[in-house]
């Protein structure tokens, strides 16, 4: 079993800052590749961004230039770094952890972010 637990959102303003963290309950990174979810109101969950074991990413272009996911293997944490915030990136953000073999998921808790004035 993993925990993930998701911090460090809230409300920002529009072209504000956050960074958020997703602390994993032990060493997963060689075996597993981590993310961030996004769901907003009335739709479906989706990728935002993606590390995987060895360090390359992959973003949604919705996020691309804006977000940086990045991982910190000596405190199982994984952060996502989020500039210029739009008012459409409001959601509740989700840490995901993938078996890279065997494909099962695990999900934190989620953490609110509201971009608005």
């Known amino acids: 079993q993993v925990q993930l637990v998701e911090s460090g959102g809230g409300l920002v303003q529009p072209g504000g800052s956050l960074r958020l963290s997703c602390a994993a309950s032990?060493?997963?990174?060689?075996?597993?590749?981590m993310g961030w979810y996004r769901q907003a109101p009335g739709k479906e969950r989706r990728l935002v961004a993606q590390i995987i074991s060895g360090g390359s990413t992959n973003y949604a272009d919705s996020v691309k230039g804006r977000f940086t996911i990045s991982g910190d293997n000596a405190k199982n944490t994984v952060y996502l770094q989020m500039n210029s915030l739009k008012p459409e990136d409001t959601a509740v953000y989700f840490c995901?952890?993938?078996?890279?073999?065997?494909?099962?998921?695990?999900w934190g808790q989620g953490t609110q972010v509201t971009v608005s004035s």
């Open positions: 995901n952890a993938r078996h890279q073999i065997l494909g099962y998921d695990y």
């Open positions: 032990r060493s997963i990174f060689n075996s597993y590749t």
